[in-house]
């Protein structure tokens, strides 16, 4: 690949994400959702199969971890997620593997592994009557 085609990919998944702006701006002027849509480019540039995100939501506000699962969903590649955040599992995946002391524990849709390790915070789920 020669440098034009390298420029020319990088480009092309900076705009994918939304980033275009970013090219000629320092990273230290990008906030957290920048910077991760930002890594995403360059994964993107290099066309993977497989996406693995590790606790993607971290320092991100809630408007920041919508942007995030909707740029997620529309991208065609399978993806593997590490998070304990089950607001933006259940809104980006349908399938989940928890694993436990390095086996796996439960393999089933996401609403179903929440529910069956009560992971569920919300508050209709553990409010108690009084």
Excluded: C, N
């Excluded at 320092?26 to 606790?55: C, F, N, Q, T, W």
């Excluded at 928890?98 to 929440?114: M, R, S």
């Amino acid at each position: 690949m020669t440098l034009t085609e390298a420029i020319g990919r990088a480009r092309t998944a900076l705009a994918r994400t939304g980033m275009a702006d970013a090219e000629k701006r320092a990273p230290y002027h990008l906030s957290a959702g920048e910077k991760k849509r930002v890594a995403i480019a360059g994964i993107l540039a290099m066309d993977p199969a497989i996406l693995v995100l590790d606790e993607p939501t971290t320092f991100l506000y809630p408007p920041g971890q919508r942007s995030l699962a909707e740029l997620l969903r529309e991208l065609p590649q399978a993806k593997i997620l590490v998070t304990h955040d089950t607001a933006f599992a259940r809104s980006v995946y349908t399938r989940a593997v928890f694993f436990q002391k390095g086996a796996v524990v439960a393999d089933g849709t996401v609403e179903d592994v929440i529910e069956r390790f009560e992971w569920d915070f919300s508050p209709a789920k553990s409010a108690s009557p009084l």
